[in-house]
């Protein structure tokens, strides 16, 4: 069994350009784990566990997925939370953008038989942060208003990833199974 997403990769210049939130969110003192720079990415679709025999499946279903996607521009745009504003459970930065969800739409309907998604709509987000409990949530609701409107640049998406994911005591540790590019 190996634990499988998809996703887009986030630049090294949004990177860059994350770093003062990513300080802010650290000096909140909340009970928070940040994602770790080198594993920044915006999920297009998480396929969880999969068998060995299964996986061969999934990068004809990717290409069939972006067959006529062109690459395009993301802005990054505002930061928002899961579950709730009430019960913070992860932060995470706002991609708001047609194409994308598009994008993430085909996927999904290309990969359903898969993993059936549990949720209706597709949210174009890159998570920043896991949330582990209640501690200082008021700094937290104070940070996602001062930071709801921020944008945090543009980057060019013209490949997606097929991530391996291995769970360990650091944390999660991506490796590139596979890169799709987009023509």
Request: aromatic share 6%; glycine share 8%; charged share 30%.
């Amino acid at each position: 069994m190996k634990r499988l997403f998809i996703g887009v990769p986030i630049s090294e210049e949004v990177k860059r350009g994350l770093a003062p939130l990513l300080e802010k969110l650290k000096a909140t003192g909340a009970d928070l784990k940040l994602v770790a720079g080198k594993n920044l990415h915006f999920t297009v679709k998480f396929l969880g566990e999969m068998e060995e025999e299964r996986i061969s499946e999934v990068p004809e279903k990717i290409q069939e997925a972006l067959r006529g996607i062109k690459p395009f521009l993301l802005p990054l745009r505002g930061i928002g939370a899961f579950h709730s504003r009430e019960r913070i459970n992860s932060i995470w930065i706002a991609a708001p953008s047609k194409e994308f969800t598009a994008l993430m739409h085909k996927v999904n309907e290309q990969l359903h038989s898969i993993r059936k998604e549990d949720h209706e709509e597709e949210v174009p987000h890159a998570t920043l942060a896991r949330v582990k409990t209640g501690k200082n949530k008021e700094k937290l609701q104070h940070l996602l208003d001062e930071f709801k409107n921020t944008d945090f640049g543009t980057m060019k998406v013209d490949k997606m990833v097929l991530y391996g994911s291995e769970l360990g005591k650091e944390g999660p540790v991506y490796k590139v199974m596979k890169e799709f590019l987009m023509k």
